[in-house]
C-alpha cells in the first residue's frame, strides 16, 4: 500500500534562513513524487514534479530511492513562501495522488 | 484559460440525504479526479474520470459514485450521507498524461451534514 509521511505539521523559520521540508513514503513500484503548495486563500497547486528535476521559486527537491525520501528544500526563505505544502505521489502515468498529512510552514520577518 | 469551477460551493445537508457535486474542467482537459479533504484523514482522492469513464478509484464506500460527461463535466453524488461525510470536496482536471503530470485543482465545494 502507499504512503507518504510529512513528519512535520508546523514549521517555522526565519527570513534568509534554509528551509527543509521532509516527506518520505512507501510504495510498491515506482511512483512519481509531487510537492503541491496552498497559500493563504489560494487553490491548492503544483510546486514541483521529481521527473522535470526543476526548481521553482528557489525550491528544489530529490528524490532519494535509497532513503525512500523527496525532501522539499530551499536555501534562503521567503516571507512570501509562507504556506501549507503538501508531498504526493502517484503510480507511474496514474492520476490519482496519493497526499500526506502536510507542513504549515511560516517564515518569520 | 478559466481555471477549475466547481459548485455549489458550499451546502448544508441533513444526515440520510444524498447530494451532487459538479465540476467543470479547464478547457481541453478530459481527466477530472476528486479529492475529499478533512482535518482528521487530509486529503484522500476519491475517483478519477476519463473520457466519460471511471479510470482509478479510491478506498471509498459504495455511497460515493461520480461521472463524467461528454463535455469532460463530471458530478459526484453521495448518497445517504453520515456525519462523516462533512468536508471539503476538491476537484482537479488535467490534460492527461504522458502530456502532463500536473493537476489543476478548484476551490473546492464544503459540505456540512447535520
Same mark, same amino acid.
Given at each position: 500500500a502507499q504512503r507518504v509521511t510529512q513528519p512535520e505539521k508546523l514549521l517555522s523559520v526565519f527570513k534568509g534562513a534554509p528551509v527543509e521540508l521532509k516527506c518520505n *513514503?512507501? *510504495?510498491s513500484g515506482s511512483p512519481e513524487l509531487f510537492w503541491y503548495v496552498q497559500y493563504s486563500r489560494q487553490r491548492l497547486q503544483l510546486l514541483l514534479r521529481h521527473i522535470s528535476r526543476e526548481s521553482i521559486k528557489g525550491f528544489t527537491a530529490d528524490l532519494n530511492k535509497g532513503e525512500t525520501s523527496f525532501h522539499l528544500k530551499k536555501p534562503f526563505a521567503q516571507e =512570501?513562501?509562507?504556506?501549507?505544502y503538501y508531498c504526493a505521489l502517484s503510480g507511474t502515468g496514474a492520476n490519482n495522488l496519493f497526499f500526506g498529512t502536510g507542513t504549515r510552514l511560516t517564515v518569520i520577518p | 484559460k478559466a481555471g477549475v469551477t466547481q459548485t455549489p460551493r458550499y451546502l448544508i445537508k441533513t444526515r440520510g440525504q444524498q447530494v451532487t457535486l459538479s465540476c467543470s474542467p479547464i478547457s481541453g482537459h478530459r481527466s477530472v479526479s476528486w479529492y475529499q479533504q478533512t482535518p482528521g484523514q487530509g486529503l484522500q482522492f476519491l475517483f478519477e474520470y476519463f473520457s466519460e469513464t471511471q479510470r482509478n478509484k479510491g478506498n471509498f464506500p459504495g455511497r460515493f459514485s461520480g461521472r463524467q460527461f461528454s463535455n469532460s463535466r463530471s458530478e459526484m453524488n453521495v448518497s445517504t %450521507? =453520515? %456525519?462523516?461525510?462533512s468536508a471539503l470536496y476538491l476537484c482537479a482536471s488535467s490534460p492527461d498524461r504522458p502530456t502532463s503530470y500536473e493537476q489543476y485543482f478548484g476551490p473546492g465545494t464544503r459540505l456540512t451534514v447535520t
Open positions: *513514503y512507501s *510504495y =512570501e513562501d509562507s504556506a501549507m | %450521507l =453520515e %456525519l462523516g461525510d
